[in-house]
Nanobody, 124 residues
């Protein structure tokens, strides 16, 4: 089992920045690919970004490329999502997810462990 706890959400004006954190505990975190998803009201959950268990590869949905950066610190068993140039359409609950390392692509692999989510609200 892997337990994930997100933090860092909040209210920010359009154009501002937030950094989300996802603290992991349980199994050896360095063996897990980790991703961020989001779900806006009335919409399906969507993939946002992911980072390979080694930290050597990342993937992003097109709408956040150049604005969001995913990173990890395996020593701290924490994954981060730096969000810059935020837009109102980024408003959503953001979830951290993890899956044991595999050959599957980060963007469309299955993630087995999920956090409870943190709310991000961007005011225009």
């Amino acid at each position: 089992q892997v337990q994930l706890v997100e933090s860092g959400g909040g209210l920010v004006q359009a154009g501002g920045s937030l950094r989300l954190s996802c603290a992991a505990s349980g199994r050896t975190f360095s063996n897990y690919d980790t991703a961020w998803f989001r779900q806006a009201p009335g919409k399906e959950r969507e993939f946002v970004a992911a980072i390979h268990w080694s930290g050597g590869r990342t993937a992003y949905v097109d709408s956040v490329k150049g604005r969001f950066t995913v990173s990890r610190d395996n020593a701290k068993t924490t994954v981060y999502l730096q969000m810059d140039s935020l837009k109102s359409e980024d408003t959503a609950v953001y979830y951290c997810a993890a899956g044991f390392r595999s050959a599957a692509a980060l963007l469309n692999r299955k993630y087995d462990y999920w956090g409870q989510g943190t709310q991000v609200t961007v005011s225009s």
